[in-house]
């Protein structure tokens, strides 16, 4: 068949390939980094948000919930959750102090995780910094 | 078997069913509470069910991958493995610890896992496929270095084929990139940017190099073709995938706090991520179509082009689906990523190490080249009875998906995201019904094992070697 495309030219196509487009992803990503910070609310990160996405990582919360629409796909969208709760703290807090020990019968429930009232804060504000993330507009509505 | 240091790879392949079963068994609890929200809680919460579900599957595929690699690497490379006995050495270490990480899971609230193993150090737990504990990071990362030394010597101290050449840079890839996982900054989308450098970059990456080289080597040995035809093919298909994939990364980047631009770059790259998956495609059934010996073992040559077609499907059109920017706005996060992820897992990783496994398990166990016909006829069941319930559970998971992004994202009305899960129940129970007979499927696989095996192999001789 096609002789005139050899198997020298296939290896070269792919490290040519390979390394120009890599390197065109690292220097996007090089500008990726210059634009975050008018993008991604760090200046919220305080040392309480940083103790709250710990506590967020520690009780795997991602196992159910997704956050900016990566995570599981059993439990509600929480990126914008301060804002769906109606711009409440303590309605997030609430939320996750109540849940029952043993769960609702017959239906999905969130675990009570007997968080610290530090943690409490802590996940509460770190959930508020996620949701001023501009993030082009998604999600589509509130509901998340 | 040509090499008796071949032989190393049995355990890594038998580990690997065995997960399998446990990943599938985990699944389906899963699958159960997704419709009955209460079931094992609070013992088995849905999060740790998942944890388990999805770090059980990247580890047998592990296991998978460095069995394939333990078996083709000395017969391409043509010499015995540089050190078999850290091969099995790092088989018991990788078992070991994932099954205690597994325990872990099961055993300790997770906060408490995290304490336990102090994750306060270097907080690395807690982020989706990442869950391991810091100290299970660490020793993946010595058992990846022991087996890319082990691999790397025998492939540099041997005959050098594209085919280890592939593998061998798919593996160290894994490797390297893996190193993401310990980079987990307080700025939540930095920590989402260089998460994806381990997940997109392997499974849309470097993974892809590795499945390449293991298809290719299955194809020679069971085809006949000619080494250099299947080369050449190999070549223009990973360059597709790293050309397309690389820049195709940007499909993560659309929402999650990143510029704006990437939903071009992501969008234009990813919609040609399914170009090398069709090649594969071509490739597999045009060398199968060209072969000059009909190898007895067709059990293994059907999971191969099973791999091709399924990684298209799965990968290319289900990727494809919710790829561009405008659509994944709406479809981001719901059911169409969840019924986009198992086919494209099951087809392209599942299968392939299902398909080295094929070939190389009746060599292991002693035989000349294939199964007795029993064995294979309920070997190609369990193909069928997977395969067909795998695509089953991905599109009733794909109508769950689609109704999701209506009542709750497209609709005049939005809908609360519980309000909408309960309307959709009847598919998450048809998904559950359909992963019931995927287990049946499994069962069937591993069955198949120990059917017929005092029965004579299957012989064919030399097929019609005309150039028609």
New interface residues.
């Given amino acids: 068949m096609a002789q005139t495309?050899?198997?020298a030219m296939?290896?070269n196509?792919?490290y040519g390939?390979?390394v120009f487009?890599?390197l065109?992803?690292l220097a996007?990503?090089l500008?990726?980094?210059r634009?975050?910070p008018e993008?991604?609310?760090?200046a919220a990160?305080t040392e309480q948000?940083?103790l709250g996405?710990?506590v967020?990582?520690?009780?795997?919360?991602?196992?159910?919930h997704?956050?900016?629409?990566?995570?599981?796909?059993?439990?509600?969208?929480l990126g914008n959750v301060y804002t769906r709760f109606g711009n409440s703290k303590e309605a997030i807090v609430g939320f996750i102090k109540s849940r029952p020990?043993?769960?609702?019968?017959?239906?999905?429930?969130m675990?009570?995780?007997n968080l610290s009232d530090e943690e409490l804060e802590a996940i509460a504000e770190f959930l508020k910094?996620?949701s001023e993330?501009?993030?082009?507009?998604?999600?589509?509505?509130?509901?998340? | 078997m040509q090499y008796k240091s071949q032989a190393v790879a049995k355990p890594y392949f038998i580990a690997a069913i065995g997960l399998f079963m446990a990943q599938i068994l985990f699944g389906l609890v899963?699958g159960l509470?997704?419709v009955?929200?209460?079931f094992l809680?609070?013992e088995i919460?849905?999060?740790?069910a998942?944890?388990v579900h999805t770090n059980l599957l990247i580890v047998w595929l592990l296991f998978g991958f460095m069995g394939a690699a333990y078996y083709l690497v000395p017969e391409e490379a043509e010499r015995e493995l540089q050190a078999p006995w850290l091969a099995i050495a790092m088989f018991w270490i990788f078992l070991i610890a994932g099954a205690l990480t597994v325990l872990g899971y099961l055993l300790v609230p997770?906060?408490g896992l995290?304490?336990m193993t102090g994750?306060?150090y270097l907080?690395t737990?807690?982020?989706?496929f990442l869950?391991q504990p810091t100290i299970t990071k660490l020793g993946i990362v010595v058992v990846a270095l022991a087996f890319l030394f082990n691999i790397g010597m025998t492939v540099l101290k041997g005959r050098k084929t594209?085919v280890s050449l592939v593998l061998l840079l798919g593996l160290l890839g894994l490797a390297v990139f893996f190193l993401f996982s310990f980079y987990?900054p307080?700025?939540?989308?930095?920590d989402?940017?260089y998460w994806w450098w381990v997940v997109h970059l392997w499974v849309e990456g470097v993974w892809e190099l590795i499945l390449g080289s293991i298809l290719a080597f299955v194809l020679i040995k069971t085809t006949g073709v000619d080494r250099?035809v299947i080369?050449?093919w190999l070549?223009?298909i990973?360059?597709m995938t790293?050309?397309t994939g690389?820049?195709g990364?940007?499909h993560?980047?659309?929402?999650?706090?990143?510029?704006?631009y990437?939903?071009w770059?992501g969008s234009i790259f990813s919609a040609m991520e399914p170009i090398p998956f069709f090649m594969m495609t071509v490739f597999a059934f045009n060398m199968v179509n060209r072969r000059r010996r009909n190898h007895p073992n067709k059990a293994a040559i059907l999971w191969a082009l099973g791999t091709a077609v399924m990684a298209f499907l799965g990968a290319g059109v289900w990727g494809f689906l919710h790829t561009l920017s405008p659509v994944n706005?709406?479809t981001?996060?719901?059911?169409i990523?969840?019924a986009h992820g198992h086919l494209a897992f099951y087809g392209a990783y599942v299968m392939i190490v299902l398909a080295i496994i094929s070939y190389a398990m009746p060599m292991l166990r002693g035989r000349e080249a294939a199964n007795s016909e029993r064995s294979q006829v309920l070997e190609m069941w369990s193909f069928w009875l997977m395969t067909v319930s795998m695509v089953f559970i991905t599109l009733f998971l794909t109508g769950a998906g689609i109704l999701q992004v209506f009542l709750?994202?497209?609709s005049e009305n939005?809908?609360?995201?519980?309000a909408v899960?309960e309307k959709i129940v009847l598919f998450y129970w048809l998904r559950e019904i359909a992963g019931l007979v995927f287990l049946i499927g499994l069962i069937c696989y591993v069955t198949s094992f120990f059917v017929g095996s005092r029965d004579a192999e299957v012989k064919i001789g030399s097929a019609a070697t005309s150039p028609a």
């Fill in positions: 495309f050899t198997k296939a290896r196509i792919f390939g390979s487009f890599f065109l992803f996007l990503t500008d990726t980094n634009t975050l993008l991604d609310n760090r990160i948000v940083a996405k710990r967020w990582e520690e009780n795997n919360c991602i196992g159910c997704t956050l900016l629409g990566e995570g599981a796909y059993f439990a509600p969208e020990k043993d769960g609702i019968p017959g239906r999905r429930s675990p009570q995780f910094y996620t993330i501009n993030t082009a507009g998604w999600p589509p509505n509130t509901q998340g | 899963m509470q997704y009955v929200g209460d809680f609070p919460p849905f999060n740790v998942r944890m997770y906060a995290a304490e994750n306060q907080p737990m807690g982020r989706e869950e594209v987990n307080e700025n939540l989308v930095q989402k940017y250099e080369e050449k070549y223009v990973i360059a790293l050309i690389i820049i990364t940007g993560h980047y659309y929402w999650i706090g990143t510029p704006e990437w939903q770059w706005y709406y981001h996060g719901t059911q990523t969840a709750q994202r497209y939005p809908q609360p995201f519980m899960q």
